[in-house]
Each structure stands twice: as structure tokens, then as C-alpha cells.
């Protein structure tokens, strides 16, 4: 027999009958093959499929019938040709073949076989390898790069014309009549010096906000590709925030805990041994108070104080009043009190992130032994420092919950707040797939506090953690889906619909807290415009650390979900993250050219210019009225500002303090009923008013709330939107009367170019200045409020003896109740007054603007007078300094390409999502529970939100 018989044969010519392999399938058969390879999901595809049909059905074959996954195609494919060798040996056994002859052809089937599974596993490999890789980390390292490099031509060419105006500066001083000259070198030897400054920004801190157990810990774990931060029993940073601070050149991490000053936590030992007074107020008790369900101010002094001095309260003779036991204390010596008096700052290292983070944790937290004291009542912050997979100038921040009840913790929040450079709100998804999520995420108090701080403009990102966390028979009854949905297809769908689920909420939130002020409630397309359309992120972070061999997958078992790390959007929020930091280093670039470019236009229109008449057109007479015309511009401006604020905002707050009134004397009556007709525990409300109103429940904030409620719409809109706009109006209509001004006149273009071009410059210091300014003022409302109910809380504090509980109640009623009217009217007076000086002062700042433009557009004129050797001098000058100012003003080029880029890429990813979200939306509303796979792959052919790595 020739050889070609050993060859294989055409499906064609084998029975299926005659063998009992692939080619004798039945439909059963096939389904119980793709179970075995873990395929279920593609058992639609495959329902008619007999064995013989299976086998002719190549790799192209099955991508066309709707095999859309790469790794589990080829999966397939190779065991589909597996099966066929085995068949086609099996038939070559029953041919008379010689026996070395049959041998020979076994021998070169198994080689193929060998052969084509090779391939098969290899193309699984590398398709695995890529899908474990994250290039978000490789495309922020060429960024960071690219950055580098660009600051350091930025540093060098502004270095080097630094240099070459200190060198002429000196030959000037030397040079007779050269006074013209030489000022203007020392003007732009300043702006130099200011330049290098503004090159390194302030770092941008990016608190993470959720209740426990969020995952924000896993969360922070898996973007800086650390085991950082402990995952549960960090008992001690529960109330203080923990930064993690990027430092790309660090060899180990470094870490601090810093503590109460000595006289913060005196103050705080006097207050808790306050709420260990004994029923004579005079005493002060060392016994463990009786507990119950909610701990008590006295249990948890009394753990707050043992915690630092356990020797103290060994002896259960009660001390005989507050000083003495102050006293007392304060003499104790630990290791704990020592340490304290030496220094408030704990320092550690470790080259191993996780072994750093457990030193901090034993040395801080609450250590083994009833009788070793503890630090964690005196930690106010963690600071974390290494080299962390994150963009080096966003430090992110561990932060307290933000529905804690703690007003300690409520203030620490409202101080991150103001310091944010952006929010990112962490939950489970699991709670995150429920109805009005960001409502509950946020709370009322920290919406609006977003929303009158400007967050919600660009800074807000939402994720949903936890996404490998689901049982799939319970997930497809709460999708409404048929049992043919596979896992990976009903996780999508769950973070579509949160997805959806949380813009929707953010949006209605917004439009509540409109309603709330009577405002006009704004359309999604309205607020979208406004820049109010926060990032969502549904992570995984525990897949993304098995996929990325973060974790050991032997001891914790495989990614549970996710075969992709794109897929578990860990690489898309840190993607967004490191936008932040990029943002903050282009704008600092942005204002460093600014000044270099003012410093080389300066130096390029310095050349006196041959006009006979020039003294004349340029005389006193015209430079005052460049200085009124300038002045009316502003004068203009603020005319608007006050005006809108008149109409608008202090009309809204008239409002808010009616309605404050009111509501204070409702919601003070029921706290302030006795504790057995449904008030506050007697000793809570003591507690409450020994801290100023501040504990458990706030209530200064209490207070505050109608009027912030009343105002926060028109303050965002007056505060946040107009009074930026009216800023950058103004500037530009000086610039256009500046100009109209050189055009009647006919005086030298370039001196006033210069000047409308460093006034342009100046708009984003002043719109940054009016947005801390009115942060401050936001939040001293509740200060306001809380200074005049001072005297009552000390009032209600001291009171003793029996009928306590009604006569403290009491004190706290006639105030809020009595004279609320006038304490609401005091505190809206203030609040007037003080909008009215940020307003005064926004106009004397532009006027003083103003004065400084003048000034330069006299001296660039004065500079176009000189004659003789002045002009020669500064001839001299511009051309020394020509070629280092031209290298300077080309940085510029590549900086506008990096930012432009990235804008680009944000404007993607954003248009992406929408038309995700908006496909998804059509059809999942109109799904039968039947799963249909051309619907499968049509989801998986959308997925447009996960973010173009080469965008």
C-alpha cells in the first residue's frame, strides 16, 4: 500500500456509525463535550450540532457562529482536532496495513497531534499572558516619562536664560546710562524665579470615602499594586485619615504616625474625665461603667483614658474631683506618655510595604496585655510613603466614612473635603446594585457640601467594588435573564446597570437638592453640560491581584470572575487617577510658560522704536485715561457681581433664615423632650453639650442644615459658576478696551499686547483665589451658629443634681426655641457681611490688577522712548538673551500636545460611555429571558467604557 494511505482521509468517506469518536456524536454527546471544557455558556450555539458536523468546523468556523472569546476558542479548536487524530487512528487500525507500516503512520499522527495541541496551549499562553498584563502601568510610566523630560528642557532652557540676564545684569550695573535696561533684566530675573517655582505643583489629594467593610482597603491594595493597607482590624486609623504618598525614587517605605499635641490632648483628657463624673458631679469614677447596646459617653472615656494610663484605673478609688485626676495623669510615665513628650511623630521603615504597615499597626494599635498602654488614642494621622504604582503627586487618602455619626470624624471629612483635589466614593456592589445607592454612598450633608464646594464639576468618581462577589442563580432572577446567561455575561450586566444606576442617582441628587432650594430643577443634558457627570468604576480588586500574581492563587484559588485585567477596571481608576495628578502637572507647566512666555515677549518688544511723535501721543493726560477706561471695566464687573449676589443669594439666605427658625425649634423639641417621653439619653445630651454641641450627633450642624439647605443651590451657582465667569469677563473686557484704546490712539502694538496677554494670565490665580475663599466661608455657617450657642451648652453642662435631664433640656430649648429668631438673624447678618468682603475684596484685587498693568504698560512704553545709549543697551540685552528665549517658547509646543492628548482621551472615554450606556439601555429593557448569543456578542463587541489603553 503507498503512503498516501496513511494520510488523513476526507470527512466525507468516515462512517459515523462505523466509529465510536467525534464522528458518531449524537446532539447529547457534543452538549456533555462542551461541558466538560467549562463552555456551557455556548451550548445555544451549538444545539442542533451532532459530532460529525462539530468536527468540520474550524477556528474562522467557530468566531463566525458566535465564538467571540479568543483563549476559549482556540481552547476548543485544538481539542476538536484532538479528537479528530484519535478518530482517524482508531480507522487506520481496522486497514491491513504491514505493522511497521501502521506504526510509521501512528507515529506521524501523534506528531501532528503533539504538534497542533502545542500550538493550541501556546496560543493560550500568550493569549492568557496578555490578558493578565496591565498597560495602564506601562502607558503612566512613558507619560510620567515624556513629563520628565519635557520639565527638565523647561528647567534648562528657563536655567539657561535665567543665566544669560544674571550675566547681563552685571555688565549693565558696570555700563553708564543703562538704568532702563537693567530694570527691565531685574523684572524678568523675577518672573524667572516665580517661573521655577510655579514648576512643581501642590500635590493632589484624592480622599477615598465609604463605610466599612466598602473594600476600600482591597480597593487601595490592588491600584498601587501593594499589601499596603491592612484589609480589616485597623482599629486605630478607623477615625484618621491614612495617606499614601507616591514617591517613584524611594528603596523602602517610609512611615509616620503623627500624634495629638500635648496640650490638644490635655484638652481632650479634661473633657472625657468630664463624663466620668460620678452623681455628685464632683467625683470622678476609675470603674468600668455598666455597658448596655450603645456604648455610653462614660464606657467609652472610660476606654479612651485606660487605654493610655491602665495603671491608673487599676485603683477603683474614685479621684476627688476633675484636677486631681488631671493631675494625677498627667504624671503618669509609659511608653506611651514618654514617647508623646518626646516627640509627636512616630517614624518607621521597611523595604516590604505589608511589614511596614504591621509595625505601625502593632506599635500603635491596641497592644496584647490588659496592662500595656496604647497609642491609638492619640493618632491624628498616618502617612504612608513609598514607591507605589500611582502618579507621584496624587497622594490618596484613606478617609473615616461619611455617614459616620462621630462628629470628630464628620469634621475630619469636611477637612479633606476642602483640601481635595478630587472624591472618589467607594461601596460594594452588592449595595451598589440597590435603588438610590448615591444617595445613600453620600448622604445629604456631604452632597451638598459637594456641591457648594464645586466637586461635582470633573473631581467625583464612584466604585463599585467587589464585582467577583456573586451567586449566579440569585444574580440572573434579579437581571430577569434565562439560565443560559454564563457568569462572565451576567457580571457585565450587573455593572452596566449599576453603572447606570449611579449617574442616574448623582443626577436626581443634584436636582433634590435643587428642589430643596427652589430652584429650577436641571435637565441630565443641562447638568452634563454644567461638567456635573461623575466617573464610575465596577472593580474587582481581588481578581485583578490572582491575575496579576499578586496574591498567591494557590492559597486564595483563582480569579472567581474575570479572565482579563482590563475587565475588573482596575487599570481604567487608576487610569483616571493618574489623570489627576497629570491635570495638576501640565497646569503647573502651563503657568510656568505663561510667565516665560510674558518674560521673552517683554524682551522681544523692548527695542525702542523710531517714531518722532511717540512722546507726544504717549503723555501723562493718555496714561490716565488708559487707567479710567481700565478702571470702568472693573468697576463694571463688579456692579454684575453684586448685583447678582443681591438678587440671588442674599435673598436665598433672608429665606433660609425664616425657614431655619423654624425648623431648629421642630427638630430641637423632639431632643430636647425628657429621656422617658423620647428625648436623647440625659447623659448623650451632656456629653453633646460639654463638647460644644459636637458628638454623636451635631448640633450645630443641626442647625445649619435648613439654611444650608436653602442657600446651596444659588451658592454653586453664584460662587462657583458666576462669580468664576464674571472674573474672566472682566479680564477680557479690559484687554478688549486696552486694545480699542492702542487703536484710537495709534500707539505701539506690541507694549499693549504684552500687557492684555500678562492680564489673561492672571485669571486662574484669581478664580483659584474666590474658590478658597468661599470653601472657608461655606463652612463657617456652623461656626457661626456653634459660637452663639456657646454660653448655652456651657450653661447646660454645669447643670447638677437632681432634674438634671429636664433643666440641661431646657437651657438648650429656650435658646433654639426663645431667641432662635435673633440667633438665625446674627448668624445671617454675618454671613452677608462676609459675602459682601469677599466681593469687596475680588474688586480690590482687580483694581490693584489694574494699577500693576498700568504700571507695565508705562515701562514697556518708557522702553520704546530710549534713546542714545539706553537703546543700545537694551539692543544688547534682547540680543543676548534671543536665542535662550526662543529654546524656551518651543517647550511649549510638546506641553500643548500632552495636554491636549489628554484631554482627547478623556473626551473618548466620556463620548464611549455614553453610547455604551445608551445601546445597553435599548436593548436590556427589551430582552426576553430567553439568552440570545448574537445579544452576547453584541454586548461584548460594546464594551466602549473600558478606556482606550492608547488613547
Known amino acids: 500500500m503507498s503512503r498516501d494511505s496513511g494520510t488523513k482521509r476526507p470527512v466525507e468517506e468516515l462512517q459515523p456509525d462505523a466509529s465510536p469518536e467525534i464522528y458518531a456524536w449524537d446532539t447529547r454527546q457534543v452538549a456533555d463535550f462542551l461541558k466538560s471544557l467549562s463552555l456551557e455558556r455556548w451550548l445555544p450555539l451549538f444545539c442542533d450540532t451532532d459530532g460529525a458536523t462539530l468536527s468540520q468546523l474550524s477556528e474562522n468556523d467557530l468566531k463566525e457562529i458566535g465564538c467571540a472569546e479568543l483563549l476559549p476558542r482556540k481552547k476548543l479548536a485544538g481539542h476538536i482536532a484532538k479528537l479528530k487524530l484519535a478518530a482517524e487512528r482508531c480507522a487506520r487500525q481496522t486497514e491491513v496495513l504491514p505493522r511497521d507500516t501502521q506504526e510509521l503512520v501512528l507515529a506521524l499522527q501523534d506528531g501532528v497531534e503533539v504538534a497542533e495541541v502545542a500550538v493550541a496551549e501556546a496560543a493560550e499562553g500568550a493569549e492568557g499572558a496578555e490578558a493578565r498584563e496591565d498597560k495602564t502601568l506601562q502607558i503612566m510610566a512613558e507619560e510620567r516619562e515624556r513629563l520628565r523630560r519635557l520639565s527638565e528642557e523647561i528647567r534648562e532652557s528657563v536655567c539657561q536664560l535665567r543665566n544669560t540676564l544674571e550675566e547681563q545684569s552685571e555688565i549693565l550695573k558696570a555700563k553708564p546710562s543703562s538704568g532702563i535696561a537693567l530694570q527691565l533684566a531685574n523684572e524678568c530675573l523675577e518672573e524667572l524665579f516665580g517661573a521655577n517655582a510655579a514648576m512643581v505643583p501642590e500635590p493632589v489629594h484624592i480622599p477615598l470615602f465609604g463605610n466599612t467593610g466598602a473594600g476600600k482597603s482591597t480597593l487601595l491594595n490592588a491600584v498601587l499594586c501593594q499589601e499596603t493597607v491592612p484589609t480589616s482590624g485597623w482599629r486605630s486609623c478607623t477615625a484618621v485619615p491614612v495617606e499614601l504618598v507616591p514617591d517613584p525614587e524611594a528603596q523602602s517605605f517610609v512611615g509616620e504616625a503623627y500624634l495629638k499635641s500635648c496640650s490638644e490632648w490635655r484638652d481632650e483628657v479634661e473633657t472625657l474625665l468630664g463624663d466620668l463624673l460620678m452623681s455628685d458631679r464632683v467625683r470622678v469614677s476609675r470603674r468600668e461603667p455598666v455597658r448596655g447596646g450603645e456604648p455610653t459617653p462614660a464606657a467609652l472615656a472610660y476606654d479612651t483614658l485606660r487605654a493610655v494610663y491602665p495603671l491608673a484605673f487599676d485603683n477603683f478609688h474614685p479621684w476627688p474631683n476633675t484636677q486631681a485626676a488631671l493631675g494625677e495623669l498627667s504624671r503618669v510615665t509609659n511608653r506611651v506618655t514618654r514617647q508623646h513628650r518626646a516627640s509627636q511623630v512616630l517614624k518607621f521603615s521597611n523595604t516590604r510595604s505589608f511589614e511596614l504597615t504591621s509595625e505601625i499597626l502593632d506599635f500603635v494599635d491596641s497592644p496584647d496585655g490588659e496592662h500595656v498602654a496604647a497609642f491609638w488614642p492619640l493618632v491624628r494621622k498616618v502617612r504612608i510613603r513609598g514607591p507605589f504604582q500611582c502618579h507621584p503627586r496624587v497622594v490618596l487618602v484613606d478617609a473615616p466614612g461619611v455617614q459616620e455619626s462621630n462628629s470628630a470624624r464628620a469634621s475630619v471629612v469636611k477637612q479633606l473635603l476642602e483640601d481635595a483635589g478630587g472624591v472618589v466614593i467607594v461601596s460594594a456592589i452588592k449595595r451598589a446594585a440597590t435603588e438610590k445607592v448615591a444617595q445613600e454612598m453620600l448622604g445629604e450633608r456631604f452632597r451638598r457640601q459637594l456641591l457648594m464646594d464645586g466637586h461635582y464639576a470633573g473631581n467625583l468618581a464612584f466604585v463599585a467594588t467587589c464585582t467577583d462577589d456573586l451567586t449566579l442563580s440569585e444574580l440572573r432572577k434579579n437581571l430577569k435573564v434565562g439560565d443560559e446567561v454564563p457568569q462572565h455575561e451576567a457580571a457585565m450586566m450587573r455593572n452596566t446597570r449599576t453603572k447606570q444606576r449611579i449617574l442616574a442617582d448623582t443626577l436626581s441628587g443634584v436636582r433634590r437638592i435643587q428642589s430643596q432650594g427652589d430652584s429650577a430643577r436641571s435637565s441630565n443634558e443641562e447638568l452634563r453640560a454644567r461638567g456635573i457627570f461623575p466617573a ?228 486662574q490665580s484669581m478664580k483659584m483665589t474666590v474658590q478658597q475663599r468661599q470653601m472657608k466661608l461655606s463652612r463657617q455657617i456652623k461656626d457661626t451658629l456653634k459660637q452663639l450657642m456657646i454660653p448655652s451648652y456651657n450653661q447646660a453642662a454645669n447643670v447638677s443634681g437632681t432634674g438634671t435631664d429636664v433643666r440641661q433640656k431646657q437651657i438648650i430649648r429656650d435658646q433654639v426655641t426663645g431667641k432662635g429668631a435673633t440667633m438665625f438673624k446674627s448668624a445671617c447678618s454675618f454671613l452677608g457681611d462676609e459675602l459682601s468682603e469677599l466681593l469687596a475684596a475680588l474688586e480690590a484685587s482687580m483694581k490693584s490688577l489694574v494699577n500693576r498693568a498700568v504700571i507695565r504698560l508705562e515701562q514697556s512704553m518708557v522702553r520704546l522712548f530710549a534713546k542714545g545709549r539706553e537703546s543700545e543697551a537694551l539692543k544688547a540685552l534682547c540680543a543676548a538673551c534671543a536665542e535662550p528665549a526662543a529654546k524656551a517658547l518651543r517647550s511649549l509646543v510638546e506641553r500643548n500636545g500632552m495636554w491636549q492628548e489628554l484631554k482627547d482621551r478623556e473626551a473618548k472615554q466620556l463620548t464611549l460611555f455614553f453610547l455604551f450606556v445608551a445601546h445597553i439601555e435599548t436593548y436590556v429593557r427589551g430582552r426576553s429571558k430567553c439568552w440570545q448569543p448574537e445579544q452576547a456578542a453584541h454586548l461584548r463587541e460594546s464594551r466602549a467604557y473600558r478606556p482606550r489603553l492608547k488613547g
Open 536 to 763: 464610575v468604576f465596577t472593580t474587582s480588586a481581588r481578581d485583578y491581584q490572582k491575575l496579576r500574581g499578586l496574591l498567591d492563587t494557590k492559597v486564595d484559588g483563582a480569579a472567581r470572575v474575570w479572565s482579563r485585567v482590563e475587565d475588573t477596571e482596575i487599570p481604567a481608576l487608576r487610569l483616571w487617577l493618574h489623570a489627576q495628578g497629570q491635570k495638576a502637572d501640565l497646569a503647573a507647566i502651563q503657568n510656568t510658560m505663561e510667565k516665560v512666555k510674558s518674560v521673552c515677549r517683554r524682551l522681544g518688544d523692548a527695542v525702542a522704536r523710531e517714531e518722532e511723535d511717540l512722546t507726544q501721543r504717549w503723555t501723562a493726560e493718555i496714561r490716565e485715561k488708559v487707567q479710567e477706561v481700565m478702571d470702568g471695566a472693573v468697576q463694571s464687573c463688579a456692579r454684575q457681581a453684586w448685583l447678582k449676589m443681591n438678587s440671588s443669594l442674599l435673598e436665598r439666605i433672608g429665606v433660609g433664615q425664616r425657614e431655619a427658625t423654624e425648623a431648629a425649634a421642630v427638630s430641637f423639641e423632639q431632643r430636647c423632650r425628657p429621656q422617658g417621653q423620647g428625648g436623647l439619653h440625659w447623659g448623650t445630651f451632656k456629653a453633646t453639650c460639654r463638647r460644644e454641641g459636637e458628638w454623636r450627633e451635631n448640633f450645630n450642624e443641626m442647625l445649619a442644615d435648613p439654611l444650608n439647605r436653602a442657600i446651596a443651590v444659588e451658592w454653586d451657582g453664584v460662587l462657583n459658576r458666576f462669580l468664576p465667569q464674571c472674573v474672566q469677563h472682566a479680564l477680557d473686557n479690559l484687554c478688549t478696551e486696552l486694545m480699542a484704546f492702542q487703536q484710537t490712539h495709534r500707539l505701539p502694538k506690541p507694549a499693549f499686547d504684552e500687557t492684555a496677554a500678562w492680564l489673561r494670565s492672571q485669571s
